[in-house]
């Protein structure tokens, strides 16, 4: 089954709205929220993967755009350089997924790709920009 990871971003002014509801009801799509933060009356992120026969997910988006929704696909994968990286371990402090860890004995920076859920915090952080995400 056709998959995407998508970032979501909701204007505040439907951020109540039933929208992920309705991808499941109206275009018989699953979806696996990996990362969210929705406020009410506040502008709302949310990463999400979505499976589903691929007609049925670009209708899904198109619903989603006709919503008000800002949708973007989400990176598809991550390079760190380690000759940049200085193991500062500021990255580490914000991966959700534990995906980043530094080793206990030498303090170098480790990278799980399966645990990773791409959401971007490590590239943010990272002061010498040694983390870079690929689309």
Do not use: W
């Not at 992920?20 to 929220?33: A, G, P, S």
């Not at 589903?52 to 919503?67: M, R, V």
């Not at 990286?85 to 480790?110: F, M, P, Q, R, W």
Request: aromatic share 6%; hydrophobic share 35%; net charge neutral.
């Amino acid at each position: 089954m056709p998959s995407k990871r998508l970032v979501l971003t909701f204007p505040e002014n439907i951020v109540t709205k039933p929208i992920t509801y309705k991808l499941v009801k109206d275009f018989n799509l699953e979806f696996n929220i990996l990362r969210a933060e929705v406020t009410p009356e506040m502008e709302g992120k949310m990463l999400l993967e979505i499976k589903g026969a691929s007609e049925q997910i670009e209708k899904g988006i198109e619903y989603l755009l006709n919503e008000g929704v800002s949708v973007q696909e989400a990176s598809k994968d991550i390079t760190l350089d380690k000759e940049q990286c200085v193991h500062c371990g500021l990255c580490v402090s914000l991966c959700i997924t534990n995906a980043l860890s530094l080793d206990e004995k030498s303090y170098k920076l480790n990278f799980n790709k399966e645990k990773c859920i791409l959401c971007g915090f490590c590239q943010n952080s990272c002061p010498v920009n040694a983390i870079k995400l690929k689309m």
